[in-house]
T-cell receptor, first 113, second 113 residues
Framework: ELKVEQNPLFLSMQEGKNYTIYCNYSTTSDRLYWYRQDPGKSLESLFVLLSNGAVKQEGRLMASLDTKARLSTLHITAAVHDLSATYFCAVVGEGGATNKLIFGTGTLLAVQP | DSGVTQTPKHLITATGQRVTLRCSPRSGDLSVYWYQQSLDQGLQFLIQYYNGEERAKGNILERFSAQQFPDLHSELNLSSLELGDSALYFC????????????FGEGSRLTVL
């Protein structure tokens, strides 16, 4: 059974600082997603990573994928308050027959002024 | 706006009751997914339908059932409700059942008193 783990679960950081969220998954998968969720809101897709070594950047966020290590990272550069949210990674559970996503535990990011 | 529509947005009911949550996928999407988000369980995959047929099943309780209709909208039926069923229920859709990105609706927040 595919398991997806994120750490840390909670991250409090000051504006202007850098930090990385880690996402480990237990079995091979050909796709990994990063989502953002504001409190009580829907899931907003941030990145789709499709291959080993893939790197994508949008603003202060950069995501990478190492399929051999079954590890993805979400790096935050010079954090600002607007980045405060919960971030989830999600992995395609089986591929092929189904596109269902298995989500990590989420990382609650609080950026302090 | 993802194009996925869920109703109702909020629902308050009592233990033992039955409710139905409705989801209209994005135009052209044939596959629908249901997820449950709660504080203790996180984001859990419940079930997936593709063109009216069940495609994948996750941690869905026997008290819960779902279906996808010929017009592709889907309904999630929750019966004999318990306090622990209080959660945010998300619907997502994708064009194909095994590839492509999932687009999430705004969710239906269920409170069981």
């Amino acid at each position: 059974e595919l398991k997806v783990e994120q750490n840390p679960l909670f991250l409090s950081m000051q504006e202007g600082k850098n930090y990385t969220i880690y996402c480990n998954y237990s079995t091979t998968s050909d796709r990994l997603y990063w989502y953002r969720q504001d409190p009580g809101k829907s899931l907003e897709s941030l990145f789709v990573l499709l291959s080993n070594g893939a790197v994508k950047q949008e603003g202060r966020l950069m995501a990478s994928l190492d399929t051999k290590a079954r590890l993805s990272t979400l790096h935050i550069t010079a954090a600002v308050h607007d980045l405060s949210a919960t971030y989830f990674c999600a992995v395609v559970g089986e591929g092929g027959a189904t596109n269902k996503l298995i989500f990590g535990t989420g990382t609650l990011l609080a950026v302090q002024p | 706006d993802s194009g996925v529509t869920q109703t109702p947005k909020h629902l308050i009911t009592a233990t033992g009751q039955r409710v139905t949550l409705r989801c209209s996928p994005r135009s052209g999407d044939l596959s629908v997914y249901w997820y449950q988000q709660s504080l203790d369980q996180g984001l859990q995959f419940l079930i997936q339908y593709y063109n009216g047929e069940e495609r994948a099943k996750g941690n869905i309780l026997e008290r819960f059932s779902a279906q996808q209709f010929p017009d592709l909208h889907s309904e999630l039926n929750l019966s004999s409700l318990e306090l622990g069923d209080s959660a945010l229920y998300f619907c997502a859709s994708s064009v194909n059942p095994g590839t492509g990105e999932l687009f999430f609706g705004e969710g239906s927040r269920l409170t069981v008193l």
